[in-house]
C-alpha cells in the first residue's frame, strides 16, 4: 500500500522570506502524480502544485515549486516570498493506479509572522 | 458551473440516528471519492465510485454506505451514526488520473 509521510505537523516562516515543507512517500507504482494542496480557516482544499512521476522537471507555479527526487521518494514544496496568505495547513499527497485514489499524508500547519 | 457541492454544511446528531450526505458535480467527472478529515490524519478515503452504478470501499469504510445512480451524484450514508463518525467530511471528483476537485465540507457532529 503507498503511504506518504509528513514528519513536520507545523513550521513557521517570516513574511517574504522562504520556506520548504518536506514530503516523502512510499509506492511500488512507476507511473504516478504527486500533489500539494492548501486547506485555509475556510476549510476549501485548493490544489497548488502537481507532479507527474514521469516528468523529470520539477513544477513551478508562480511562488510554489516542488523539489521532485524519484529515486529517494521525495517531494518537497518550496514557497518562495511568503505572504500572510499563505498561512494554511498543506497537504502532500499521491495517486496511482487504476483508480486514481488520494492517499494523504497528515498535513502541516504553516504560519507566517509579520 | 458550481464544481463540487455538498449537502448539508454542517449537522448535529444523536447516536444512533441516520443520515444521507450528498455529494454533487456539474463537471461530467467519471470518478468520484468521500474522504473524512481527522485532526492529526490528514484526508482518508472512505468510499469511492469509478463511474455510475458503480461503488468501492477505501481505507475506512465500515459504519458508511454509499451509492452512486446518477453520474453527477454521490450519496454517503450513516445508518446509526456513532460518535467515533464526528468528523468532517469531504466530497471530491475527477476524470481520472489526475487533479480531484473537492467540495466545501461537511462538519458532522455525533453526540
Known amino acids: 500500500a503507498q503511504t506518504v509521510t509528513q514528519s513536520q505537523p507545523e513550521m513557521s516562516v517570516q513574511e517574504a522570506e522562504t520556506v520548504t515543507l518536506s514530503c516523502t512517500y512510499d509506492?511500488?507504482?512507476?507511473?504516478?502524480?504527486l500533489f500539494w494542496y492548501k486547506q485555509p480557516p475556510s476549510r476549501q482544499m485548493i490544489l497548488v502544485i502537481r507532479q507527474e512521476a514521469y516528468k523529470q522537471q520539477n513544477a513551478t507555479e508562480n511562488r510554489f515549486s516542488v523539489n521532485f527526487q524519484k529515486a529517494a521518494k521525495s517531494f518537497s514544496l518550496k514557497i518562495s516570498d511568503s505572504q500572510l496568505g499563505d498561512a494554511a495547513m498543506y497537504f502532500c499527497?499521491?495517486?496511482?493506479?487504476?483508480?486514481?485514489?488520494?492517499?494523504f499524508g497528515k498535513g502541516i500547519t504553516l504560519s507566517v509572522r509579520p | 458551473n458550481a464544481g463540487v457541492t455538498q449537502t448539508p454544511k454542517f449537522r448535529v446528531l444523536k447516536t444512533g440516528q441516520s443520515m444521507t450526505l450528498l455529494c454533487a458535480q456539474d463537471m461530467n467527472h467519471e470518478y468520484m471519492y468521500w474522504y473524512r478529515q481527522d485532526p492529526g490524519m490528514g484526508l482518508r478515503l472512505i468510499h469511492y465510485?469509478?463511474?455510475?452504478?458503480?461503488?468501492a470501499k477505501g481505507e475506512v469504510p465500515d459504519g458508511y454506505n454509499v451509492s452512486r445512480l446518477k453520474k453527477q451524484n454521490f450519496l454517503l450514508g450513516l445508518e446509526s451514526a456513532a460518535p467515533s463518525q464526528t468528523s468532517v467530511y469531504f466530497c471530491?471528483?475527477?476524470?481520472?488520473?489526475?487533479?480531484?476537485?473537492f467540495g466545501p465540507g461537511t462538519r458532522l457532529t455525533v453526540l
Open positions: 471530491a471528483s475527477s476524470w481520472g488520473g489526475d487533479e480531484q476537485f
Open positions: 465510485s469509478v463511474g455510475e452504478g458503480t461503488t
Open positions: 509506492t511500488s507504482e512507476s507511473d504516478y502524480y
Open positions: 499527497a499521491y495517486s496511482g493506479g487504476a483508480n486514481s485514489k488520494l492517499t
